[in-house]
């Protein structure tokens, strides 16, 4: 038996967001937060950790690496002064839904598919 289901809504977080900020070409690598170490030993400052990472070649090929370091500028384009490097804002949709069980969930292929 199918069950019909209906998006009742979908949204966007954050809700708002910049479109773009840095001034090189050259893109910042991916990154991800990780839990703080508030223990007695722990720095307890926030910790980021580098994630995969895409490349675009010079002839339209996209290949997947992993950084060593995690940078916010360079100045290797930019001998005399250091430049951001361009950050995009992250979205995740999200959407309610009228099927049993009723709830709220990003849009999957599975749950598109019923």
Same mark, same amino acid.
């Given at each position: 038996? =199918?069950?019909?289901?209906?998006?009742? #809504?979908?949204?966007?977080?954050?809700?708002?967001? !910049?479109?773009?900020?840095?001034?090189? @070409?050259?893109?910042?690598?991916?990154?991800?937060?990780?839990?703080?170490?508030?223990?007695?030993?722990?720095?307890?400052?926030?910790?980021?950790?580098? =994630?995969?990472?895409?490349?675009?070649? #010079?002839?339209?090929?996209?290949?997947?690496?992993? !950084?060593?370091?995690?940078?916010?500028? @360079?100045?290797?384009?930019?001998?005399?002064?250091?430049?951001?490097?361009?950050?995009?804002?992250?979205?995740?949709?999200?959407?309610?839904?009228?099927?049993?069980?009723?709830?709220?969930?990003?849009?999957?292929?599975?749950?598109?598919?019923?």
């Amino acid at each position: 038996m =199918t069950t019909n289901a209906a998006i009742e #809504e979908l949204w966007i977080c954050p809700p708002l967001a !910049p479109a773009r900020f840095g001034q090189l @070409d050259k893109p910042m690598v991916n990154f991800h937060w990780e839990q703080n170490d508030y223990s007695s030993h722990g720095t307890a400052e926030t910790v980021i950790r580098s =994630t995969i990472a895409f490349k675009v070649g #010079e002839d339209g090929c996209i290949s997947a690496y992993m !950084p060593t370091e995690i940078r916010f500028r @360079d100045r290797e384009s930019c001998e005399d002064q250091w430049r951001w490097l361009p950050v995009a804002s992250f979205f995740a949709l999200h959407g309610g839904w009228t099927m049993v069980p009723k709830g709220r969930s990003p849009p999957t292929y599975p749950r598109l598919a019923v």
